[in-house]
């Protein structure tokens, strides 16, 4: 995968973390209280080593080609 790819690929992932978190619609409900946050927060622990994997290794610049 590119680089501009997997930089799409990681604002995707993100965005569809953000939106599960916010949306009404959960796997635990969170009237059961802190066991209802816990969906939410595995979603964004595993949306965030899923990014992590995807921008690891990557150059912070693209290299000239030569």
Do not use: C, H, Q
């Not at 680089?3 to 799409?8: C, K, P, Q, Y």
């Not at 953000?18 to 059961?32: A, K, Q, T």
């Amino acid at each position: 995968m590119n680089r501009n790819r997997r930089t799409i690929a990681a604002v995707l992932v993100g965005a569809a973390a953000l939106i599960y978190g916010v949306s009404p619609i959960d796997i635990i409900p969170e009237f059961l209280g802190p066991l209802g946050l816990t969906d939410d927060l595995a979603g964004f622990v595993g949306a965030g080593f899923a990014i992590w994997r995807l921008l690891k290794g990557r150059d912070p610049k693209p290299r000239p080609e030569v």
